[in-house]
């Protein structure tokens, strides 16, 4: 279940249904807060972003995300084992990771975002315009680790 929620935090909030002004220490259990933190220091040396590009992205204006942030969207996909090997989400396996109380949000933004998002052979890109398109769809859903 910590799995699951792990991946819907990480995909709809990128994954995650968290308000933008609500601190995920103060509602997620403390295993999943560490499995998140190791991912996010895994994909922070990874990619080369920093925690203050996260906050700017986190904010509710629009923001140009860097090569090193469109990088780190796509090493948490990575992570939480939701792309294929061409580094595409995989719909199905993000809709079936993420609790079914949630399924009425992660419908609306994975059919929204799936016929939205323009292809591109960069799986950094892909990333950033799936996480592009939740933050627009879902804002109060929408929180990246």
Known sequence: MLKMLAVFLAVLTSLTVLAVDVQPSTILPSELLAQMSWFHAVCLRES?????????????????????????MHCMFRMHNVTRPDGD????????????????????????????????????????????????TEPQHYYLF
Not at 56 to 67: D, G, K, L, T
Not at 100 to 111: P, Q, W
Request: hydrophobic share 35%; charged share 25%.
């Open 89 to 136: 989400i995989d719909l199905i396996d993000v809709y079936h990771a993420i609790p079914k109380k949630f399924n009425s949000i992660a419908l609306k933004v994975l059919f929204k975002c799936h016929k939205s998002v323009v292809a591109s052979e960069d799986p950094c890109e892909r990333a950033y315009a799936h996480h592009q398109c939740w933050k627009e």
């Open 48 to 72: 080369g972003t920093s925690d203050d590009q996260i906050a700017q992205f986190n904010q509710p204006e629009p923001v140009e995300a860097s090569r090193e942030l469109q990088c780190y």
